[in-house]
């Protein structure tokens, strides 16, 4: 069993910076992948980002590539995201998601992610 824990969410001003944390606990093999996704109100969840545990490899949605940045940190067992440049349409309860063959395929469907954190909320003011 794996348990994904957020932080780092908050109130933020358009243009500037957050850092999110996924804190896991359980094994976490190198065939997974981390990933988040977010939900903003009234829409449905999307990818955001993902990175394979073992190699590091990161795939972003068009949406923030160049502006976010994932992260691991395989000795805490902490997977970050970088979130830079922010806009309001960025605001949306953020979620840590992990895929268990996510080293072996690459997906950005929800179905193919097996555990999820409980989500941190991030809002950002125009």
């Known amino acids: 069993q794996v348990q994904l824990v957020e932080s780092g969410g908050g109130l933020v001003q358009a243009g500037g910076s957050l850092r999110l944390s996924c804190a896991t606990s359980?094994?976490?093999?190198?065939?997974?992948?981390l990933g988040w996704f977010r939900q903003a109100p009234g829409k449905e969840r999307e990818f955001v980002a993902a990175i394979t545990w073992s190699v590091g490899s990161t795939n972003y949605a068009d949406s923030v590539k160049g502006r976010f940045t994932i992260s691991k940190d395989s000795t805490k067992n902490t997977v970050y995201l970088q979130m830079n440049s922010v806009k309001p349409e960025d605001t949306a309860v953020y979620y840590c998601a992990a895929h268990p063959a996510g080293g072996l395929y690459y997906s950005s469907t929800e179905s193919s992610y097996a555990y999820w954190g409980q989500g941190t909320q991030v809002t950002v003011s125009s």
């Open positions: 359980g094994r976490i093999s190198s065939t997974y992948a």
